[in-house]
């Protein structure tokens, strides 16, 4: 069993920069895929990005390539999310996930097994 919990979520004005943590109790070593996802009001959970365990490989979606960075440190059982130059499009609630795989991670928040609780991010223009 996983537990993940994020934090680092705050008020920000657009242009400005968060770093997301998401701290998982439970073994998540290299076999384990963490991704982000996020959720606007009113709208559907969509991926942000992921790190594979065993190659450290990132993937992004378009809307946040080279403003984002996923990180994460396996000796701390933690994963990170570098958010810069944000726009009041990226507020929206920030969750974590976790899947046990060796394939590349999914971009759908089907293919995950662990959540956390959820980060807000609110963007002021």
């Known amino acids: 069993q996983v537990q993940l919990v994020e934090s680092g979520g705050g008020l920000v004005q657009a242009g400005g920069s968060l770093r997301l943590s998401c701290a998982a109790s439970?073994?998540?070593?290299?076999?384990?895929?963490l991704g982000w996802f996020r959720q606007a009001a009113g709208k559907e959970r969509d991926f942000v990005a992921a790190?594979?365990?065993?190659?450290?490989?990132?993937y992004y979606a378009d809307s946040v390539k080279g403003r984002f960075t996923i990180s994460r440190d396996n000796a701390k059982n933690t994963v990170y999310l570098q958010l810069n130059s944000l726009k009041s499009e990226d507020t929206a609630v920030y969750y974590c996930?976790?899947?046990?795989?060796?394939?590349?991670?999914?971009?759908?928040?089907?293919?995950?097994?662990?959540w956390g609780q959820g980060t807000q991010v609110t963007v002021s223009s």
């Open positions: 996930a976790a899947k046990r795989t060796y394939f590349r991670p999914g971009v759908t928040s089907s293919a995950y097994d662990y």
């Open positions: 439970g073994r998540t070593d290299s076999t384990y895929a």
């Open positions: 790190i594979s365990g065993s190659s450290g490989r990132t």
